[in-house]
Nanobody, 121 residues
Framework: QVQLVESGGGLVQPGGSLRLSCVASGNIFSINAMGWYRQAPGKQRELVARISRGGSTNVADSVKGRVTLSRDNAKNTVYLQMDNLKPEDTAVYYC???????????????WGQGTQVTVSS
């Protein structure tokens, strides 16, 4: 069994900051890319940022310059530091990762349950 568990969401005022964390646990042999997506009410889920095992990042234009994505491979954890948050950043943020399980032969894509981020005064 594999879990991606997010934490760090909450209510923040415009211009504020939040740091999201996601820990992958379970019968994991290897983790390839990890990242974050978000889904606002009435909208499709969209990429926020993604990071390869080697540290290369892909960041959405809508948040570029306001987010920092990092990972700790020893802890199977990915972090999303979000600064200068705007009301339009309000969404459920989902952790996503490509995982190879012990005994497996390929990477499979997994999702976390999501954490709510609300930016409002």
């Amino acid at each position: 069994q594999v879990q991606l568990v997010e934490s760090g969401g909450g209510l923040v005022q415009p211009g504020g900051s939040l740091r999201l964390s996601c820990v992958a646990s379970g019968n994991i042999f290897s983790i390839n890319a990890m990242g974050w997506y978000r889904q606002a009410p009435g909208k499709q889920r969209e990429l926020v940022a993604r990071i390869s095992r080697g540290g290369s990042t892909n960041v959405a234009d809508s948040v570029k310059g306001r987010v920092t994505l990092s990972r700790d491979n020893a802890k199977n954890t990915v972090y999303l530091q979000m600064d200068n948050l705007k009301p339009e950043d309000t969404a459920v943020y989902y952790c996503n990762a490509d995982l190879m399980l012990r005994g497996g032969f390929n990477y499979l894509n997994y999702w976390g349950q999501g954490t709510q981020v609300t930016v409002s005064s």
